[in-house]
């Protein structure tokens, strides 16, 4: 008896590889966690990129939803409930980046400058809570990179929800020591050695995290939450990275009060501060357990955040 084997088609970890351009702008983003994998100005990396069959390094270009960095212990309050997240990082005992990252995401469009992708967050015993997500990048030739992320509870109970994402710039030095950082942040975020927040927050003045006046990074280090973002006239943050001639900017809208800061020196030491992770977020590490700038989405809210990153061109 003849036996037929099908061939077996394998596919990258990251799925479905969803490739858009304008002008001189490209970017690559993934169904695993409609992640960012790739962002280039004139074919030169402005981010970390990273191959379709590698997963994200560091939390590299994805989404968090429907909370940015740590829960302490997973366990938050909602009214007279309690719930348990699982501790997805179980070394500092933390629920961390919240649910969808890891998570397929179906296309609902694809042009040839933008991408939007969907995915329902169905609920969990640690989130019993149904949320539809959309998220949106869009290309511009004179504006570079923008990222729209809308959350719609579709469920029949109120829903706590916050976001960020996790883009690790990159100026093309090989270390980010002689580059120079700008953001436009008043306050920082003390936080103990598992990340979470270890009192209100602090005047930057005076402190190594006062970068509210381009300077260079040097040899601070940080990994911290920061705020009083100062909006101009644009209604946007605008946070700059600058290094050999390249100028980088990513700006958070509206609705973003928080820029988390991190150098990379706990990463692997190939990537120990090759790049500057500045992740816009709507509310701190902990917020599900505080309740500091955490969103409660009623069911039938809608809610859209937006932010991007371009490249100076002048």
Known sequence: ???????LTTNPLTGVQFRISAGDYSATVTELGAGLREFQYCDRPVIVEFA????????????????????????????????????????AGNAIHGLTRWAGWQQESHETDCVQLRH???????????LELTAEYRLSASDGLQVSI???????????YGTGSHPYLTAGADQVDPC????????????????????????????PYDFR???????????????????????RAWAWLSCGGQRVGLWAGRGYRWLQ???????APERRRRAIAIEPMTCPPNAFASGTDLLILQPGDSITHAWGITVDQS
């Open 261 to 267: 800061v991190f150098t990379g020196d706990t990463l």
């Open 213 to 235: 006046e381009s300077r260079p990074v040097g040899s601070t280090r940080l990994d911290h939450a920061l705020t009083g973002l100062a909006f101009g006239p644009d209604d």
């Open 52 to 91: 379709p069959d590698e997963l994200p390094p560091g939390a590299a270009g994805q989404l968090l939803v429907p909370w940015p960095n740590r829960v302490d212990g997973g366990r938050y309050t909602l009214g007279d409930e309690t719930c348990q997240l699982d501790l997805s990082e179980p070394a």
């Open 150 to 160: 809308t959350a719609t509870n579709d469920g029949s109970r109120p829903a706590p």
């Open 1 to 7: 008896m003849m036996v037929s084997m099908a061939k």
């Open 180 to 207: 120079e950082l700008q953001i436009p942040a008043g306050q920082w975020l003390p936080a103990n050695d598992r990340g979470i927040p270890s009192g209100p927050a602090q005047d930057v003045t005076g402190t």
């Open 120 to 130: 329902v967050l169905h609920g969990t015993p640690g989130y019993p809570f149904r």
